[in-house]
C-alpha cells in the first residue's frame, strides 16, 4: 500500500528523506480522504490495519474494548501521516496524538480534515529525526506503509524507536521484497489494474521480513508478531493472512528496563 514517506530531513546531509517521494504524494495531498480516488485502495486497506492496532494496544495495555475512549490516557505518534488516515481513528478512541509528515501538503490537508471533523490532532510537518532530536517519547507509534519509502531504512528505524518509551509499542507495515510482491503490487496495482500511479513504488526499497527483523532488533526493539495482509479480489477486501509474501504488518515492543 503506498503512503508518503514522512522522513527526515538529513543528518550531515545524509539523512533518510527522499526529497522525490515527498514530492510525489504532495502533489496528491488533495485526494488523502476521497475513498474513491488515488488513495482508494489504503481506504480499504485501513480497516484491517486499525482491527490489528486496535486488538494489540487493547490487549498489551489491559484496556477496556467496551470503552468509548479505550485509548485515553496513551501517546500516539503516527509517523509519516499523509492525510490523517490512521491518527483520526486513534483520536476518535481518546489518544494523545501527535502525527508527522515532511510533505508540509499533506499536513495542511490533514489538518483541514481534522479540524472539520472536531478533532484534536498535533499535525506536525517534522520527520523522526526532529521529534527524535527533540526527546519526544511515545506509547505507541504507527509505522504504517512508510519504510518503503525512505532513503535510510535503518536510520529511520533508529531514530523511531528512540521514542518508543520503556513497555511500548510500535507497529510497521510494509511490502515485502518478493517477486510475489513486484508482480502484485507493482505490474498488477500500478500498471495492471490502475489501483496507483505508476512509479509509486520502488521494488528494490521493498523490506524482507528478515531484515525487518534485524533492523529492528539492531534499533533496541523486541518483534512480538509478524502477520501477512492479503487480498480478496472476489470480495474486493483485505483481511489478515499467514502469507507474508507481499503486504506485512510487525508489532515490536521495547523492554520495560
Not at 525512505?150 to 507497529?171: E, H, I, N, T
Not at 503490487?185 to 524482507?208: C, M, N, Q, S
Amino acid at each position: 500500500m503506498a503512503k508518503p514517506a514522512g522522513e527526515q530531513t538529513p543528518r550531515d546531509g545524509a539523512g533518510s528523506v527522499d526529497p522525490a517521494e515527498i514530492a510525489r504524494f504532495s502533489a496528491m495531498a488533495a485526494e488523502w480522504w476521497d475513498p474513491a480516488g488515488k488513495f482508494r485502495p489504503l481506504h480499504k486497506f485501513n480497516p484491517v490495519r486499525l482491527g490489528y492496532i486496535r486488538a494489540h494496544v487493547g490487549a498489551h495495555y489491559g484496556l477496556d474494548a467496551r470503552a468509548r475512549h479505550p485509548f485515553q490516557g496513551l501517546r500516539f505518534l503516527d509517523i509519516g501521516c499523509g492525510g490523517g488516515l490512521l491518527a483520526e481513528p486513534m483520536a476518535r478512541l481518546g489518544a494523545d496524538v501527535t502525527a508527522a509528515d515532511a510533505s508540509e501538503e499533506n499536513i495542511k490537508t490533514a489538518s483541514v480534515h481534522a479540524a472539520e471533523q472536531g478533532l484534536a490532532i498535533d499535525y506536525r510537518c517534522t520527520t523522526a529525526e526532529a521529534l527524535a532530536g527533540q526527546g519526544e517519547t511515545f506509547d505507541v507509534i504507527l509505522n504504517m506503509e512508510v519504510i518503503e519509502h525512505v532513503a535510510d531504512r535503518d536510520m529511520f528505524l533508529k531514530d523511531c524507536a528512540q521514542m518508543v518509551r520503556p513497555g511500548g509499542l510500535m507497529f510497521v507495515a510494509t511490502l515485502n521484497r518478493t517477486l510475489k510482491a513486484h508482480a502484485l503490487a507493482i505490474v498488477g496495482a500500478e500498471y495492471v489494474l490502475g489501483w496507483l500511479p505508476r512509479g509509486t513504488h520502488d521494488w528494490k526499497k521493498f523490506v524482507t521480513v528478515e531484515e525487518m527483523e534485524a533492523g529492528l532488533a539492531a534499533a533496541g526493539l523486541e518483534v512480538r508478531e509478524i502477520a501477512g495482509v492479503g487480498y480478496n479480489p472476489l470480495f474486493d477486501s483485505w483481511s489478515l493472512s499467514e502469507d507474508t509474501d507481499v503486504n506485512y504488518m510487525v508489532l515490536a515492543e521495547r523492554a520495560k528496563n
